[in-house]
Antibody, heavy 119, light 107 residues
Framework: QLQLQESGPGLVKPSETLSLTCTVFGGSISSSGYYWGWIRQPPGKGLEWIASIYYSGSTYYNPSLKSRVIISVDTSKNQFSLMLSSVTAADTAVYYC???????????WGQGTLVTVSS | DIQMTQSPSSLSASVGDRVTITCRASQSISTYLNWYQQKPGKAPKLLIYAASSLQSGVPSRFSGSGSGTDFTLTISCLQPEDFATYCCQQSYSSPWTFGQGTMVEIK
């Protein structure tokens, strides 16, 4: 059974870069037809899709964040990563890593990790 | 971007009640609509995909319907474990967007 687990700092200073990694367990990140993505949820608010990547390296970004986001994949470690630059308090959120097929419904989800942007 | 609007934003119901939640898309999305359940402090869980297909392991009291712009999630007989927030998501076009959520509370 596929499981995902996020890791990374829980506190990032304003203007710095948020970096998170998701490790995939129970399956290969190179599996054909599977995409790997990031979704965030500010405290008390709704869900926002950030970006997705295919193991081959094809990337898909939310235009609202595209200028600040890089998503990457490391097939040797069965991991994918998110970098979000120039963060502000508005980027404080629980960040989830997810898997999805070409049909683009998200399942499964990682447990989520809270990232707070504060000095 | 396609905007997803849910109603109501919250509701109070009793165990055994039939509950209906509505999701409306700002443009037609065919049946590219998915529903998630989220409990406090937990990640969302996929319940329904492609508007009406039940995800494996999800109880049959959950059902989804609709196409175009209007969709419905129904819980036929509310159970204690169903008190949670439910949100819809369109998978018709990128960026994939979510509704703001409907909180189902105990009456």
């Amino acid at each position: 059974q596929l499981q995902l687990q996020e890791s990374g700092p829980g506190l990032v200073k304003p203007s710095e870069t948020l970096s998170l990694t998701c490790t995939v367990f129970g399956g290969s990140i190179s599996s054909s037809g599977y995409y790997w993505g990031w979704i965030r949820q500010p405290p008390g608010k709704g869900l926002e899709w950030i970006a997705s990547i295919y193991y081959s390296g094809s990337t898909y970004y939310n235009p609202s964040l595209k200028s600040r986001v890089i998503i990457s994949v490391d097939t040797s470690k069965n991991q994918f990563s998110l970098m979000l630059s120039s963060v502000t308090a508005a980027d404080t959120a629980v960040y989830y890593c997810v898997s999805h097929s070409r049909n683009n419904w998200f399942d499964p989800w990682g447990q989520g990790t809270l990232v707070t942007v504060s000095s | 971007d396609i905007q997803m609007t849910q109603s109501p934003s919250s509701l109070s119901a009793s165990v055994g009640d039939r509950v209906t939640i509505t999701c409306r898309a700002s443009q037609s999305i065919s049946t590219y609509l998915n529903w998630y359940q989220q409990k406090p402090g937990k990640a969302p869980k996929l319940l329904i995909y492609a508007a009406s297909s039940l995800q494996s392991g999800v109880p049959s009291r959950f059902s989804g319907s609709g196409s175009g712009t209007d969709f419905t999630l129904t819980i036929s007989c509310l159970q204690p474990e169903d008190f949670a927030t439910y949100c819809c998501q369109q998978s018709y076009s990128s960026p994939w967007t979510f509704g703001q959520g409907t909180m189902v509370e105990i009456k």
